[in-house]
């Protein structure tokens, strides 16, 4: 006799449970989703003691017949399916047909349902995969299912559920991301005999947004669109200053379904790369719209993992949308005074954002952001109040000369374009027919003077700041309709590594040979890890070589880093090169480098500058790409309202 035998049915959908339900929120998931998927536009969710004791969804969908009920507990049934082909073009949120199996075997499970036109509806009652028979009910259209007792004929699983709370908690948060993903269904939400959330139907996930994450976050937001034939990407991104320490915050939907990708997930990081310090991770509320057949669904029980048949594109597609959003942005950092008490902003249009969302009949222009960060004047009734601010009589300024120690900083940068994606991509032309200068001119009868700078404004319109330094490391500065408090090595570290980028990007990266060249004596790994990246050191302008032992020889330096120290430079790069890890592609490293360079090289918090110093360095604050963050994502301006002047002092 064969040792290989067929196992019974409760066994089999003992097993699928452990796939499909490992907690009270993996069935409030398959029970919502269900709900969703029978049409309906008003869901309420129960649970108690977490969903341990019960978990209870009632909707107003299409319901079912009586011999639909039976068939939808039992394994592999499913409307959702005719042949294997349909697995290639899912446009429904379930569709195995194995989670109501599953749950019905390791719960008590009573199902209410009735149809449009039926004059009665249907109960069915289902123990431990044990089937009852079906009664008649009544009942309003749609379906109401009861679970509970969720593991009592597994008593081992209900061992490892962890306490009430934390299982609410996982319920919650599972209930928050369908009412995220379908803005346009009524959803409640009770817990312990209380409402926890009663959430009408809106036109746009914003407003939700303020109800799960508050409305500091809401009001962050950043509008983000972009179209690539068929594919749709659209949602919300937050303000750098809106950050977390895990990936908590991102919540990415695929046609209405949670989904973890990632390739979606670097595509997002990589975006805000610069934007956010080490360990701190963006805030994003994403849809993607792609054809079904384009993804596959069908790759884990839970359905929240998948793959895409052309995740490169989809990777491209992302990043590129996103960086789009920075580039029309704002994203200079606001100083937080006090209790606001504004409302949400709304949406930027209403929109239908329901999972068969296909076309969107509005596109954000650039005079229509949906999210402004700009520093807008008050109300009409506050104008006397503001008008103590204007100025007495029109200041006039007059362009001075920049001092020598800043004549290495970038003099012909634009801002950025919508192309400008690539970290190393070449910087626009300069229109100006001679190069910046590398270093200080040298004086002379025959040298002519240098050539005022153009009086420049901020990015809010208002004319070149003026600003005094306080504790040698911020500038206080007034800007448009409020201040402007500037961390000095930030923004300077901000500038010269748009320079190096750039120099690099054109292969013209000068560099200054020492007279003589200085050695400096490594431990071993750091010796090696620097002379495995030779070829890219020397794009930067950094020569290095052996000289034997563990012994580096630094042969020359970056010209335009001229009052660093080669000992202590090379010694940093070893250290980092060998306790940090390294990007996988070369330009992610020069990249790396490049932020690590100009922090060595920028000037310090506690170093005192003359006013033509500052000024020298507030001027070139508008000709480099992303002057509001410094490229290690710190802040390089926090920003002060008129309008919060006056609430601290009182006016308003």
């Not at 697995?87 to 075997?105: D, Q, S, V």
């Not at 006090?338 to 076309?359: I, N």
């Not at 319109?461 to 005094?468: D, F, M, R, T, V």
């Not at 330009?587 to 090289?601: F, Q």
């Amino acid at each position: 006799m064969g040792i290989i035998r067929q196992l019974p049915p409760s066994v089999v959908n003992q097993i699928a449970a452990g796939e499909v339900v490992e907690r009270p929120a993996s069935v409030v998931k398959e029970l919502l989703e269900n709900a969703i998927d029978a049409g309906a536009t008003r869901i309420d969710l129960t649970v108690e003691r977490g969903g341990k004791d019960l978990v209870r969804v009632a909707d107003n969908g299409g319901g079912m017949s009586d011999d639909d009920l039976t068939l939808a507990f039992t394994p592999h049934a499913t409307s959702k399916l005719s042949d294997a082909e349909d697995l290639f073009r899912i446009r429904t949120l379930g569709f195995r047909g194995e989670a109501l199996a599953a749950i019905a075997e390791v719960s008590k499970v009573r199902c209410q349902t009735r149809q449009m036109g039926a004059e009665t509806g249907s109960e069915l009652c289902i123990e431990g995969g044990t089937f009852g028979l079906i009664r008649s009910c009544g009942g309003p259209v749609g379906t109401v299912m009861e679970v509970r007792n969720l593991f009592f004929n597994t008593p081992v699983r209900r061992t490892f559920l962890k306490s009430d709370v934390t299982e609410a908690g996982h319920v919650a948060e599972m209930f928050s991301r369908v009412a995220l993903a379908n803005p346009n269904i009524h959803l409640t939400y009770r817990s312990g005999g209380k409402v926890v959330h009663d959430l009408p139907p809106v036109g746009g996930i914003r407003e939700r947004i303020a109800v799960f994450f508050g409305r500091e976050l809401a009001e962050s937001l950043l509008w983000v669109e972009g179209r690539l034939d068929e594919m749709h990407v659209w949602g919300y991104v937050a303000h750098p200053s809106q950050s977390r320490s895990t990936a908590k915050g991102q919540f990415l939907f695929l046609g209405g379904r949670f989904v973890r990708d990632r390739s979606l997930s670097h595509a997002l990081n990589e975006a805000y790369r610069g934007l956010l310090m080490v360990g701190r991770m963006p805030v994003a509320f994403l849809n993607l719209e792609i054809p079904p057949e384009e993804v596959d669904v069908n790759v884990h029980p839970t359905k929240v993992e998948v793959r895409f048949r052309d995740s490169n594109r989809i990777y491209s597609h992302v990043l590129a949308t996103l960086r789009q959003t920075f580039l029309k942005s704002d994203l200079h950092a606001r100083l937080q005074a006090g209790a606001d008490t504004g409302v949400v902003p709304p949406e930027p249009m209403p929109r239908d954002v329901s999972p068969t969302l296909a076309v969107s009949t509005f596109s954000p222009g650039p005079s229509m952001a949906p999210a402004s960060f700009e520093l807008g004047g008050g109300p009409s009734d506050r104008q006397t109040v503001a008008s103590w601010f204007e100025p007495s009589r029109p200041r006039v300024e007059t362009p001075k000369p920049a001092p020598s120690w800043a004549q290495p900083l970038p003099g012909g940068f634009a801002r950025g374009t919508d192309a400008d994606f690539d970290e190393f991509a070449p910087p626009p032309i300069p229109a100006a027919a001679d190069s910046p200068m590398i270093g200080p001119p040298t004086p002379g009868p025959s040298t002519p003077p240098p050539a005022p700078l153009p009086v420049s404004t901020d990015s809010l319109g208002a004319p070149k700041l003026k600003a005094i330094q306080v504790h040698d490391s911020y500038l206080i500065a007034e800007a448009g309709d409020g201040m402007i408090v500037i961390d000095q090595h930030a923004l300077h570290e901000r500038i010269l590594y748009e320079e190096l980028r750039a120099r690099v990007a054109q292969g013209q990266v000068e560099s200054q040979r020492l007279l003589v060249p200085e050695p400096v004596d490594l431990p071993a790994p750091e010796a090696v890890a620097v002379l495995e990246q030779v070829e890219v050191l020397a794009k930067l302008g950094l020569e290095v070589e052996s000289f034997g032992g563990d012994t580096v020889l630094v042969r020359s330096l970056p010209a335009m880093l001229p009052n660093v120290e080669p000992n202590r430079l090379v010694r940093d790069l070893a250290e980092h090169l060998r306790t940090q890890p390294l990007p996988p592609t070369r330009d992610g490293l020069l990249a790396e480098l490049l932020h690590m360079i100009a922090c060595k090289a920028a000037i310090k918090a506690g170093q005192p500058l003359t006013p033509a110093e500052i000024e020298a360095l507030l001027d070139r604050r508008h000709l480099v790409a992303d002057s509001h963050h410094c490229p290690h994502g710190r802040p390089t301006a926090l920003v002060f309202t008129r309008a919060d002047l006056e609430k601290q002092f009182g006016r308003i």
